[in-house]
């Protein structure tokens, strides 16, 4: 079974904190993702990538970045956290660029910004 | 731009009743994939099922059916024989074909199923 981790289930930081989140997929996909989970706007994608040190903007990365330097790993980066920044963060993960096969997703990670 | 449309944010089901979830798309292209995903409280997604466009036969995955009408960009979801494990978010997604496409998400619906 393909498994795709988060570091943290919860995270709590403070206005202005620099913040990591993890991503671990461990079937060799080539593709990553970054979502953003609000009530009521769906999933909302910030940044994915194709490839070790590729990356492309989605529909919402303003205010974050992100890191792939190893395939298996794809890290979102809020660099000075918000408080519009608390939600639920989703990774996924899919193989290869075929857009059609399906996308598996971690846990989440539920950020709260103070 | 692709847009997803899920109109209802909630339903309720009684165990061992069928409903149906729907989901419109607007799009101009000709090939692309639907999606229905599954959110359970745990917040693990999971992909329930999944249509391409070029085929017209409705895609099955056990109690879950879909009703693809690709004239009116309708793709909705139906469980049959619902169970509690049903309960659950449940997305549809639409993504084109070809490369760098991304997975476009509708707001989602809340499906509660009574006992």
């Known amino acids: 079974d393909v498994k795709v981790t988060q570091s943290s289930r919860y995270l709590v930081k403070r206005t202005g904190e620099k913040v990591f989140l993890e991503c671990v997929q461990d079937?060799?996909?080539?593709?990553m993702f970054w979502y953003r989970q609000d009530p009521g706007l769906g999933l909302r994608l910030i940044y994915f990538?194709?490839?070790?040190?590729?990356?492309e903007k989605g529909d919402i990365p303003e205010g974050y970045s992100v890191s792939r330097e190893k395939k298996e790993r794809f890290s979102l980066i809020l660099e000075s956290a918000s408080t519009n920044q608390t939600s639920m963060y989703l990774c996924?993960?899919?193989?290869?660029?075929?857009?059609?096969?399906?996308?598996?997703f971690g846990p989440g990670t539920r950020l709260t910004v103070t | 731009a692709q847009t997803v449309t899920q109109s209802q944010p909630e339903m309720s089901v009684q165990e061992a009743e069928t409903v149906t979830l729907s989901c419109t798309y607007d799009?101009?292209?000709?090939?692309?994939?639907l999606f229905w995903y599954k959110q359970p409280p745990s917040r693990q997604m999971i992909l329930v099922i999944r249509?391409?466009?070029?085929?017209?036969q409705n895609a099955t995955e056990n109690r879950f059916s879909v009703n693809f009408q690709k004239a009116a960009k309708s793709f909705s979801l139906k469980i049959s024989d619902s169970q509690l494990g049903d309960t659950a978010m449940y997305f549809c997604?639409?993504?084109?074909?070809?490369?760098?496409?991304?997975?476009?998400f509708g707001k989602g619906i809340t499906l509660s199923v009574r006992p």
């Open positions: 996924a993960s899919s193989l290869y660029r075929e857009r059609g096969l399906e996308q598996y």
């Open positions: 079937m060799d996909h080539e593709n």
């Open positions: 990538s194709y490839d070790v040190k590729m990356k």
């Open positions: 799009t101009s292209e000709n090939n692309y994939y």
């Open positions: 249509q391409e466009a070029y085929k017209q």
């Open positions: 997604a639409f993504v084109r074909t070809g490369a760098n496409s991304k997975l476009t």
